[in-house]
């Protein structure tokens, strides 16, 4: 444990990303998703081959970190990782008056697979890290508009200082967020071997899935990582798609390799929405 913790503070310090906690195990029954419905009606349609789902229309996926005020002596990285909060609520209003709707993780899943429906201007607002001011800043700010998001969670850093706690993963999931895995202690998926897998991907989402009381389907790779052997063992774990960052998607996985956007604390909400349209090649 030692030196999971120092591994973790050094990510904390370099990466402005990051954390430390440790797991009980509970055993809860996990509640029939809310999304179900659509769901199955989606499936009735076959499922689509990887060149279908690569040549479909891309849903803008934004990723946020911190969602503070810089620090005197902030570096780069923070500064690039941190969007203020001022600049994230000037952020939500412009997509609302913009015409955007927030979609969850089913809905893009469906979409892809089967074909489910969207609405006109779809987005996807994802938070990484489990920082707490993910819930005291931007849960408020984007009920205003009616959105949801999906949070991300190191599991190891709930309950910790500065980071979410089980009851507000519990009201996170329960307002209709999708509450879903990113590791354990954000250690990169390239470098798992062994038993990582099952401490990194199924012990994380069995923890989630304890806490919120639904199944937690979804996976983002620590710095946006990802190799060909995560593949199969994000399959075995259960997971049904896995969002990395700006890397090109995988042409035999494109739902294991889903491409999103970092929202730079330096941008402002012009070239957000600019930088969204470019990414992901919207009309
Ligand atoms: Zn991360």
Not at 197 to 223: H, R
Request: proline content about 6%; aromatic content about 10%.
């Amino acid at each position: 444990m030692k030196s999971n913790f120092a591994f973790v503070t050094l990510c904390a310090i370099i990466l402005t990303a990051c954390h430390s906690a440790n797991s009980e195990t509970k055993k809860t029954p996990i509640a029939k998703n809310t999304e179900k419905a659509e769901s199955s009606a989606a499936q009735n349609k076959p499922a689509a081959d990887a060149a279908t789902i690569l040549a479909r229309k891309q849903v803008p996926i934004l990723c946020y970190h911190h969602i503070k005020d810089l620090k005197p002596g902030d570096g780069p990285m923070t500064k690039t990782y941190s969007v203020s909060p001022a600049h994230f609520a000037e952020q939500m209003k412009a997509l609302k008056d913009n015409g955007y709707e927030t979609i969850l993780p089913l809905q893009l899943y469906n979409y892809l697979l089967y074909g489910g429906s969207l609405p006109a201007k779809p987005v996807i607002l994802s938070f990484d890290d489990t920082d707490e001011e993910q819930f005291s800043v931007a849960y408020p700010e984007m009920k205003k508009y009616g959105f949801k998001g999906i949070f991300f969670i190191m599991t190891v850093s709930i309950n910790r200082p500065h980071y979410m706690t089980k009851e507000q993963l519990k009201t996170l999931s329960d307002d209709g967020n999708a509450v879903e895995a990113h590791t354990w202690d954000h250690h990169m998926v390239t470098k798992y071997q062994g038993e990582d897998w099952e401490k990194q991907l199924v012990q994380p989402k069995k923890k989630i899935e304890e806490i919120t009381g639904k199944s937690a389907d979804y996976f983002a790779y620590p710095f946006g990582l990802w190799n060909k052997a995560a593949f199969p063992e994000l399959k075995k774990a259960g997971y049904k798609m896995a969002f990395s960052l700006a890397s090109k998607r995988d042409s035999t996985q494109p739902l294991y390799t889903v491409r999103r956007m970092i929202v730079a604390g330096q941008w402002s909400t012009p070239s957000v929405l600019k930088a969204m349209k470019e990414t992901f090649h919207l009309d």
